[in-house]
């Protein structure tokens, strides 16, 4: 019931653990790598997110999305956060290798956007579309220039989850009877206010199968004398993006240098230079207190963060285009799908023919207005 028309779901055994994988009825596998697309899921979600996408897209495009580690169709594999993502990204690797799809365009969303930046600091893309993205340095704790607040990333990562919502993900809770319910945070938190999702049900079907397994979501924490108190530990979901072990500011010295697409919304709650998911910033708005000051402990700018290694990649010779999207949240793809699949589809044409201008020095900005 979660599959939507046209779009078909399996498990393959890799050499690191089984994926789950969301395929379109009728693609050729033998599609070259140029017209290739993968698509790469966020925090608490799967590859079912992705089906409307799919669904759009040409039909001589052989288009792929993955579950990752702990979530979906894949297995549960514990999360080793002191690699940063490349647990998800070598399992991304191992997943296309089987896949015979190695070299495609990626498109990473939200964490899966930090998955598909470390992806490519390793392996071959044809071009990166980031959409609402994991800051370049990690979720938390962190100037605007990458350096970190504190020696042990206080209040960064597992210790950060609710534990109610963490409680009922792993109860199936469907419904949306408290703030901290999955159909509520989905409301909340992954669309812009007032946003009405037709395929709401399959997206919350989707958030239940994060697996609250040890080593999965959201990890584990420890103790900090730095505030609030705690800071993370070395397994799990979020501890993998904690600033001492996830950085791909590295993009910037790539060659060659795919073509990168950079989708995000204006009220977007979770990536935001006031992230509602920030610590920090929940202690500038009172709502955890004790909070030191902005000397101590700012909020991180993670939009101003990316735009920074993205202008810096442009300026080193790549091309990058922004498509910022007004009144639109975390999920750029659900809520303006149209813009979101034309930006997608040109960034996928762009190959560096004879006739292409020259890259630009600095991003180029595309803007859509509401």
Not at 201 to 226: E, F, K, R
Not at 317 to 324: A, F, I, M, N
């Amino acid at each position: 019931m979660t599959l939507l028309d046209g779009i078909t779901a399996r498990t393959i055994d890799t050499d690191r653990i089984r994926v789950g994988v969301l395929e379109r009825d009728g693609d050729d596998p033998q599609t070259p790598p140029e017209r290739t697309l993968v698509l790469i899921h966020g925090n608490v979600s799967s590859a079912l997110f992705w089906q409307e996408l799919m669904q759009d897209l040409p039909g001589d495009l052989r288009v792929i999305a993955l579950d990752l580690r702990g979530f979906g169709d894949a297995e549960p594999a514990a999360v080793d956060a002191t690699r940063g993502v490349r647990d998800y990204s070598d399992d991304v690797h191992a997943a296309l290798t089987a896949l015979s799809a190695t070299g495609a365009h990626l498109v990473g969303w939200s964490m899966g956007g930090g998955v598909a930046m470390q992806y490519a600091l390793e392996h071959e893309v044809r071009s990166l579309t980031l959409q609402a993205p994991v800051s370049p340095y990690g979720f938390g704790g962190t100037r605007r220039d990458g350096s970190r607040l504190t020696d042990d990333d206080a209040g960064c990562g597992a210790g950060g989850a609710n534990p109610d919502f963490v409680q009922r993900l792993a109860d199936g809770d469907d419904s949306d009877a408290a703030p901290t319910s999955p159909r509520s945070v989905f409301r909340s938190g992954y669309v812009a206010p007032g946003h009405q999702a037709p395929h709401e049900d399959v997206w919350v079907q989707s958030m239940l199968t994060t697996s609250t397994a040890p080593g999965n979501y959201p990890g584990d924490s420890i103790p900090s004398a730095n505030w609030p108190g705690f800071a993370p530990g070395t397994t799990g979901v979020l501890n993998a993006m904690a600033p001492q072990w996830f950085d791909t500011s590295g993009i910037v010295d790539l060659d060659p240098k795919p073509p990168i697409l950079w989708v995000h919304g204006t009220v977007d709650a979770i990536v935001s230079d006031a992230s509602l998911f920030d610590l920090n910033n929940l202690g500038k708005l009172g709502v955890i207190p004790g909070w030191p000051g902005d000397e101590v402990a700012p909020p991180q700018p993670m939009v101003t963060q990316t735009r920074d290694v993205l202008n810096a990649y442009a300026a080193a010779g790549g091309v990058v285009t922004e498509l910022e999207l007004e009144g639109v949240g975390h999920s750029p793809h659900l809520e303006r799908p149209a813009e979101v699949r034309r930006a997608l589809l040109s960034v996928m044409d762009y190959l560096g023919s004879p006739a292409d201008p020259a890259p630009p020095t600095e991003a180029i900005i595309l803007r859509a207005s509401d």
